[in-house]
């Protein structure tokens, strides 16, 4: 995509932030250049810990209870259930995506097609292989690539089928469904769930509580990510809103974070590193084969054979 074309539906998504209610601190602006990535924002001023960066309406989010069809997912949620919990907002992704009239198609726009996403499952199998060798990767694409044509196939596929009105086979394809899938990879958040007070809570009552499901919330995933970030979003009840962490000064380019992740997660979910030494979440697996090489070179192995014959 031209760089003129980049910017110029970052002005219709930002007309379409006006009108939907968001409101863009005067401190910051988006910008196409000067950032890590296609988009980021940027400090116009010096900025103070504390300071609120941008809020944005529950109303604006993009999610299974706010698509247009989002009646039709309540109705029949019981034949969208799936491993993942991502199929009412990825049919909701499918169809707002592909509609010209689309609430969030200024917001959509941002990423034509889905196509520049930049994720492994995008690689040849021989470049994962070859290139990421020892990461886990390419076992987590396989795993992921398996799951998501199951999932199309056994659910999503028969459940369009039944719906011509709203959705098409040959639109809404495989191929799109697994780079919509990347794109809530990589773009999407959670909220957090409301912690429960109560001491004598039974710990089988924890682990029955769902993780809440994705959601897209424009303007948040505008912002790029380092392990040092310096602005955080935060989930009040009628809105959500971007908050500085320290002091920013003007010019510099505004962090949130997406959680404490090693370089082979970032790569693995969102397509992108961070360049060493940056990254404080990093860590490299090393086999305990590869640690009982190295250490029988030495003389005394009876201690070290104990420790391995005990590991899990």
């Known amino acids: ?45 010096d900025i103070e810990e504390g300071e609120v960066l941008f809020t944005i309406p529950r109303s604006a989010l993009l999610h299974q209870e706010t698509t247009k069809v989002s009646a039709l997912l309540k109705k029949e949620k019981s034949f969208l259930e799936s491993s993942s919990g991502w199929v009412p907002l990825l049919l909701a992704l499918l169809y707002e995506s592909t509609s010209s009239k689309s609430y969030w198609q200024p917001y959509l726009s941002l990423w034509p097609g889905f196509k520049a996403l930049d994720h492994p499952m995008f690689w ?30 056994d659910i999503v596929l028969p459940f369009i089928m039944r719906h011509p009105e709203l959705w098409n086979p040959n639109t809404h394809t495989l ?24 001491d004598d809570e039974d710990d089988k009552e924890q682990e029955k509580k769902v993780p809440s499901p994705p959601m897209m919330v424009p303007m948040a995933d505008v912002l790029n990510h380092v392990s040092s970030h310096n602005a955080n979003l935060e989930f009040n009840p009628d ?20 959680g404490q992740m090693a370089n082979w997660q970032l790569l693995h979910m969102y397509g992108f590193t961070e360049p060493y030494p940056g990254n404080s979440n990093d860590t490299a697996d090393i086999p305990i084969y590869c640690l009982y090489q190295a250490a029988t070179q030495g003389k005394n192995l009876r201690g070290l054979e104990r420790l391995i014959n005990s590991s899990p």
């Open 124 to 153: 040849s199998k021989e470049e994962r292989d070859n290139l990421l060798k020892g990461t886990g990767i390419p076992e987590a694409v396989t795993t992921d690539l398996s799951n998501i044509q199951r999932e199309y196939t």
């Open 175 to 198: 191929e799109l469904y697994t780079q919509l899938v990347a794109f809530v990879m990589a773009y999407s958040f959670q909220e957090p769930q409301e912690e429960d007070d109560d």
């Open 1 to 45: 995509m031209q760089v003129d074309d980049r910017s110029r539906r970052l002005q219709d998504f930002l007309q379409w932030c006006d009108r939907v209610g968001l409101v863009l601190s005067n401190k910051v602006c988006v910008s196409t250049v000067g950032t890590v990535a296609d988009y980021g924002m940027l400090a116009k001023e």
């Open 239 to 258: 809105s959500l809103r971007m908050v500085s962490l320290r002091h920013i000064v003007r010019g510099e380019e505004v962090f949130n974070t997406y």
